[in-house]
């Protein structure tokens, strides 16, 4: 599970990662977009992390690896994805990707939003 603000570049390393092992790639905003008009923005976010845990959890039982990408990394949710992990004797690696360079990551982000 990768997690980070957005233009930190997780979805980049998350991506990576899933090619080399190979892994599912689950990609919590793809997973909220498909959400969002079915359910109001307050509950939109953790139906998708729920979903992103019922999906890795399918995948755990075909002895796929996963690799996550979401934007928190709140205890709460992280412990949705350790006791998942414990549930199917899998192991979890938590990453947090932090971009240190401030004026870099507010550039990123401004580039992604002026993009689309």
């Not at 139906?47 to 075909?62: C, M, N, T």
């Not at 990408?69 to 990453?95: N, S, Y």
């Not at 932090?98 to 992604?112: I, M």
């Amino acid at each position: 599970m990768l997690c980070g603000l957005p233009g930190s570049g997780k979805t980049t390393l998350a991506r990576g990662i899933a090619a080399a092992l190979p892994a599912t790639f689950l990609r919590i905003d793809a997973i909220e977009r498909g959400v969002a008009e079915a359910l109001g923005p307050l509950d939109q976010r953790d139906a998708a992390y729920r979903a992103a845990v019922e999906l890795a959890g399918e995948a755990l039982a075909l002895d796929q690896n996963v690799v996550a990408d979401a934007v928190h990394g709140m205890e709460v949710l992280l412990d949705r994805w350790r006791a998942l992990a414990a549930d199917r004797c899998a192991r979890a690696t938590i990453i947090e990707c932090v971009l240190a360079d401030r004026d870099l990551h507010r550039a990123r982000v401004e580039a992604r939003h002026a993009a689309g």
